[in-house]
């Protein structure tokens, strides 16, 4: 049996997943942290929109001293698989994926491996190249910026001032000779890398 801790603010989907799961012997759980029953579970499933509270790298992180962190994703993935192994995840499947695949990613990171769905975008050498002239604290705009959100946002995130994220936006449009957020989102899906990840 395996026990999938989920991670999720629509109890609804968790129970579809625990009727869909069960007949592959997989026990879902929904996740409640305050009763410190983390360590009961073998998987992690998160919908990284249901983490609030703080960034979702320490989220992830401290999940992932206990057990496996898959990630759920609501379409296309934006960013590149590194970004979500810096994070701490083993895998991402779609949140609209069907039982067997979800069974399948499960299986896998519950067995030690990865589980990535096609969507995920696949390393670029040159990219990477290019963003290794990025500060850490860039690259963390720069992804924040992929994943739609705004300046105040990223902001409030990161624990400094509008004025501060402007400023880091502009060092990095220069830098990647970028213009807009579309040109910089479609850099970032490309990143075989993160660096430091959130914080």
């Known amino acids: 049996m395996i026990r ?15 009727v869909s799961l069960a007949p592959s012997d997989i026990a879902v759980l929904p996740h409640r942290a305050e ?26 992180a401290g999940l992932a001293n206990d057990a496996p962190v898959l990630l759920l994703s609501h379409g ?12 701490g995840a083993c895998g991402l499947v779609r949140r609209c ?5 979800v069974v399948s990613a499960v299986r896998s990171v519950a067995a030690g491996g ?25 690259l963390q705009v720069l992804l924040h910026i992929a994943r739609g959100l705004t300046h105040g946002q990223i902001a409030t995130r990161l624990r400094v ?6 400023t880091y936006v502009k060092r990095i449009r220069s830098k990647l000779r970028l213009g807009n957020k579309a040109e910089l989102t479609r850099f970032a899906m490309q990143l075989p890398r993160t660096g430091p990840g959130e914080s």
């Open 76 to 87: 296309a993935s934006e960013l590149a698989r590194d970004y979500y192994v810096q994070l």
């Open 161 to 166: 001032s509008g004025n501060t994220v402007n």
């Open 35 to 60: 009763r410190g029953d983390t360590s009961r579970a073998d998987v992690f499933l998160v919908n990284p929109d249901a983490v609030d509270g703080g960034p979702l790298s320490e989220f992830v």
């Open 97 to 101: 994926a069907d039982a067997p695949t």
């Open 4 to 18: 999938v801790n989920v991670v999720d603010s629509m109890p609804i989907y968790v129970k579809g997943l625990e």
């Open 114 to 138: 990865e589980f990535w769905d096609s969507s995920v975008a696949a390393p670029n050498d040159e990219t990477a190249e290019v963003s290794e002239s990025l500060s850490p604290r860039e």
